[in-house]
T-cell receptor, first 112, second 111 residues
Framework: NAGVTQTPKFQVLKTGQSMTLQCAQDMNHEYMSWYRQDPGMGLRLIHYSVGAGITDQGEVPNGYNVSRSTTEDFPLRLLSAAPSQTSVYFC???????????FGPGTRLTVT | GESVGLHLPTLSVQEGDNSIINCAYSNSASDYFIWYKQESGKGPQFIIDIRSNMDKRQGQRVTVLLNKTVKHLSLQIAATQPGDSAVYFCAEGGGSYIPTFGRGTSLIVHP
């Protein structure tokens, strides 16, 4: 199993550009989440999904959209990038009923 | 919202010593507490969790202690090794199975 994969690993955007961060898992997990991690900070929840077709907002959803059309994929879209969105983004997946999340390797995003 | 935090941002220990990483939480309604380890340049990795109706749980070289009276959680690592150097996060959950993470503490193990 590849586990949780994220692409790209690094990305530089200009203010106002849009892009999609990809996340995929091959463990048939129901739950998937997106977090951002800023220097010296913990992980803050952006959006999450408890199954295909079901998404909900986390702590910091503004400026981001998600969809979950399949169990495997959970892309995160930045609508109009801002410097405040410079961060490392982690995708995670887990079984329903478990707090054991499996994290991807992260995407380091810089917005100039 | 209520937060999960850590007492110490950095902990330095000698190889072979036992390490204790502390965490204070404020949401008394949380029913699970979880520890994650994040090595440099990687995503966090689950270590161990404990349910709120327990006060101690042991894993391989790790023990988590929960004191609900003072809302305190700790992770003890026995015989700390250089490979244990990482940032450790405590997190809490209230039934949604989506944890809320604290800020993290850095553990540095000196050979």
């Amino acid at each position: 199993n590849a586990g949780v994969t994220q692409t790209p690993k690094f990305q530089v955007l200009k203010t106002g550009q849009s892009m999609t961060l990809q996340c995929a898992q091959d463990m048939n997990h129901e739950y998937m989440s997106w977090y951002r991690q800023d220097p010296g900070m913990g992980l803050r929840l952006i959006h999450y999904s408890v199954g295909a077709g079901i998404t909900d907002q986390g702590e910091v959803p503004n400026g981001y959209n998600v969809s979950r059309s399949t169990t495997e994929d959970f892309p995160l879209r930045l609508l109009s990038a801002a410097p405040s969105q410079t961060s490392v983004y982690f995708c995670a997946s887990s079984w329903d009923g478990s707090y054991e999340q499996y994290f991807g390797p992260g995407t380091r995003l810089t917005v100039t | 919202g209520e937060s999960v935090g850590l007492h110490l941002p950095t902990l330095s220990v000698q190889e072979g010593d036992n390490s204790i990483i502390n965490c204070a939480y404020s949401n008394s309604a949380s029913d699970y507490f979880i520890w994650y380890k994040q090595e440099s340049g990687k995503g966090p990795q689950f270590i161990i969790d404990i349910r709120s109706n327990m006060d101690k749980r042991q894993g391989q070289r790790v023990t988590v202690l929960l004191n609900k009276t003072v809302k305190h959680l700790s992770l003890q690592i026995a015989a700390t090794q250089p490979g244990d150097s990482a940032v450790y996060f405590c997190a809490e959950g209230g039934g949604s199975y989506i944890p809320t993470f604290g800020r993290g503490t850095s553990l540095i193990v000196h050979p």
